[in-house]
């Protein structure tokens, strides 16, 4: 069963940058996909990016794009999201995901679940 721990998240000032962090375990870490998704209160779970199995391929969301930067080390069972240029509007929590496979845009082909960490950027 494999388990996911995000951490990184907190206060930021609009235009500033934070690093989320998500460490995997009880797994083979290398075969699994990983994605990120954020929820706002009163919104829907919605897709941030993805990474392939290698780290070679990654995917955003348009409203990401250029901003957040997904990256990943085997070695440490770690996936990253380095946030950029951030704005009220990403005011919501952050989750990572895994599957095994290649990566999906949509929430419910993840089988895999962190507790989500807190972004908060003030205005």
């Known amino acids: 069963q494999v388990q996911l721990v995000e951490s990184g998240g907190g206060l930021v000032q609009a235009g500033g940058s934070l690093r989320l962090s998500c460490a995997a375990s009880?797994?083979?870490?290398?075969?699994?996909?990983m994605g990120w998704f954020r929820q706002a209160p009163g919104k829907d779970r919605e897709f941030v990016g993805a990474i392939s199995r290698s780290g070679t391929s990654t995917l955003y969301a348009d409203s990401m794009k250029g901003r957040f930067t997904i990256g990943r080390d085997n070695a440490k069972n770690t996936v990253y999201l380095q946030m950029n240029s951030l704005k009220p509007e990403d005011t919501a929590v952050y989750y990572c995901?895994?599957?095994?496979?290649?990566?999906?845009?949509?929430?419910?082909?993840?089988?895999?679940w962190g507790q989500g960490t807190q972004v908060t950027v003030s205005s």
């Open positions: 009880g797994g083979t870490f290398s075969t699994l996909s």
């Open positions: 995901a895994a599957k095994n496979g290649n990566y999906y845009i949509s929430a419910y082909m993840y089988n895999y």
